[in-house]
């Protein structure tokens, strides 16, 4: 009997795993934070973008006029290989898009500060460099295509 609820519980795992691999969702709000006090008067300052977090870490490529495709991943990662040849490909044939990759382990505060939790995630972010969407495994071309149109 427990062999059985054992066999269930991974098939359902598994599935939903399936169901929800690579697909775009909202984007994640950071954690709250105090509110600050400001005069009447002033301007709300800005919030720093997820573009400022990697210039910041000190990989200065130039972002995507119309988008930029962030991924994540690690060494020995076989879905971000398959990630990276997606989003190369997306990136060639959708003008103003660029792909920047970043190795997770080597960028470990970048990491932490963008809320990364898992290889591959690829963050969709727009002209301006905040984040749109982001998805957490591998994604498809058609999955890339529409979490790109959030970002226009």
Not at 12 to 18: L, N
Not at 45 to 62: F, N, S
Not at 84 to 111: F, K, M
């Amino acid at each position: 009997m427990i062999l059985i609820v054992a066999v269930v519980l991974a098939l359902g795992f598994g599935a939903w795993r399936a169901r929800v691999d690579g697909r775009f969702g909202a984007r994640r709000t950071p954690r709250a934070t105090a509110a600050p006090t400001r005069d009447a008067g002033a301007t709300p300052p800005t919030e720093p973008t997820a573009w400022d977090a990697v210039v910041a870490a000190g990989l200065a490529e130039a972002p995507g006029e119309r988008a930029t495709l962030l991924q994540f991943s690690s060494a020995f990662c076989a879905p971000c290989r398959a990630t990276r040849r997606v989003l190369g490909e997306v990136a060639e044939v959708v003008p103003g898009v660029a792909h920047v990759e970043v190795d997770a382990e080597q960028h470990l505060e970048l990491t932490r500060t963008l809320g990364i939790l898992r290889t591959p995630t690829t963050l969709v972010l727009d002209a301006a460099g905040r984040e749109v969407t982001r998805a957490a495994g591998a994604p498809t071309k058609q999955q890339v295509l529409a979490g790109l149109d959030a970002a226009v």
